[in-house]
């Protein structure tokens, strides 16, 4: 992707006052007319040797452990948003996937989806057929964003 030498600063000053990928991708679109994907703008401030800024956890105390009890190890995370929509993520990527998982939909049908290499999506249900609530698949979107976010993608 070529950008101009002022939409080069202009995305760099959007990464130094610490805005996310996501709202780079947004305002890509909005300012200039720019429609990429989350990948794409990933590899776009990557060649611009920029890295954006992770914002600083809420710095709490953990108590100590107590001796007597033993820790228990959770199982991966599953996020869920209002509304019913759930989302996890494999450990390991299903073969040909960058990354992948699956997705429990408002009204209890089940879906693996992926993201391939190239940035694409997809979601394979496990009824044939199935077509989720559109309101699903925008909590759905919004969780995977979250949640590749948390994975430094």
Do not use: C, H
């Amino acid at each position: 992707m070529n950008l101009t030498e002022e939409q080069r600063q202009r995305v760099t000053a959007w990464i130094l006052q610490g805005a996310k990928l996501s709202e780079i991708q947004n305002r890509l679109g909005q300012e200039f007319g720019l429609r990429l994907t989350y990948m794409e703008t990933r590899l776009l401030v990557d060649d611009l040797k920029l890295t954006p800024k992770d914002p600083e956890p809420p710095k709490t105390e953990k108590p100590a452990p107590d001796a007597k009890k033993p820790v228990e190890e959770k199982p991966p995370a599953e996020t869920t948003k209002p509304g019913g929509v759930s989302l996890t993520v494999d450990q390991i990527a299903r073969p040909g996937a960058f990354v992948s998982g699956k997705v429990t939909f408002s009204d209890g049908q089940k879906a693996e989806w992926y993201l391939d290499q190239t940035g694409r999506l997809g979601v394979i249900p496990a009824q044939q057929g199935y077509k989720p609530p559109a309101a699903d698949v925008q909590q759905f979107q919004m969780l995977l964003q979250d949640e590749l976010q948390k994975m430094g993608m």
